[in-house]
Every structure is written in structure tokens, then in C-alpha cells.
């Protein structure tokens, strides 16, 4: 991937994080969005683990037929990513592929602790900033990234 290449992920992938806002978010909220998940990781016939942390408080775990317990450590690992770094896990994975760096090598953290591979996406309240995380595990990092922030925005837009 280009320099230039990036750059444009780097963008799209803040965007998302500027657009995928919540305006409150209760535990209902997280049923809602869990299932919304749920069916739609159903509907494309891939297994995943699926997690809803606010607050430090978990008010929504699955984990579809097809799945191991490693898919809950990929699950913790990638949040703690979203949690310490304020980005989704993809971004932070990408930064750090641009600049040719592991986590290890360019935050001196480990890597058996912090997975910045896509599908931790940060829970946002407009006008005050990230309360959790979204996240999803189980795919390709691309896809677990792309299955999330497509639910969101289905789910934002069904319930704006």
C-alpha cells in the first residue's frame, strides 16, 4: 500500500469515527445493536463474537456457533486498543502499518495485551466523546471493522 493510499484510509477511517455518533446509549440501546449484529454476521453466514462495553460494563456478549474463547481474547485485546489509543483498533493497526511499525516497536506495549487489528470501533455520545466500545471478532480484520460500521450507520439511521 502507498504513502498516498494511507493517507485516504487513515481519513475515511476518522470519518467514520466523526459520522458514527450515538446521542445517548442505554443498555437497551446495546441489546438493540447486539442483535443488529448479530443478524446481520448471520445474514453473510459468518461467525463472529460480538461485544458492547460502556463504562467499563459489558451489556452485550455473543458468541455465534463457529466460534472459540480466542475470539473473546482477540475481543479484549482489540478494545483495550480503542480504549488507550482513542481510535478504532483498524485505525491504529493502518497508522502503525504506515509507518512500518508493530505496537511493540512504537508504544512499547504488548502485543499479547493490545491487538490493533480491526474490529474494536469506539462507543461515541456527541458532544461528549468515547463511553465504550463496539466490537466484533471473528473475520478478516477488514471485515470485522467494515461489519460494524455498517450496523451502526444501518442502525443510526433506523433509529435517528
Avoid: C
Avoid at 12 to 33: D, I, P, V
Avoid at 60 to 86: C, P, Q, Y
Amino acid at each position: 500500500m502507498t504513502e498516498q493510499n494511507y493517507e485516504a484510509l487513515l481519513r475515511e477511517l476518522r470519518q467514520q469515527e466523526e459520522e458514527l455518533q450515538f446521542t445517548s446509549f442505554t443498555n437497551e440501546t446495546a441489546l438493540k445493536l447486539g442483535l443488529a449484529l448479530y443478524e446481520a454476521a448471520k445474514h453473510k453466514g459468518k461467525p463472529v463474537a460480538i461485544d458492547i462495553v460502556r463504562n467499563g460494563q459489558q451489556l452485550f456478549h455473543l458468541s455465534m456457533e463457529g466460534t472459540a474463547n480466542d475470539n473473546n481474547e482477540w475481543i479484549l485485546r482489540k478494545n483495550r486498543v480503542v480504549t488507550r489509543f482513542g481510535h478504532s483498533s483498524f485505525y491504529v493497526g493502518t497508522y502503525l502499518r504506515s509507518q512500518g511499525k508493530r505496537i511493540e516497536e512504537k508504544y512499547l506495549i504488548s502485543e499479547s495485551e493490545y491487538a490493533a487489528h480491526g474490529g474494536a470501533f469506539p462507543l461515541i455520545i456527541k458532544h461528549v466523546g468515547i463511553i465504550g466500545t463496539i466490537t466484533v471478532s471473528g473475520l478478516p480484520q477488514a471485515e470485522d471493522h467494515e461489519l460494524v460500521t455498517s450496523t451502526i450507520r444501518s442502525f443510526l439511521s433506523a433509529h435517528a
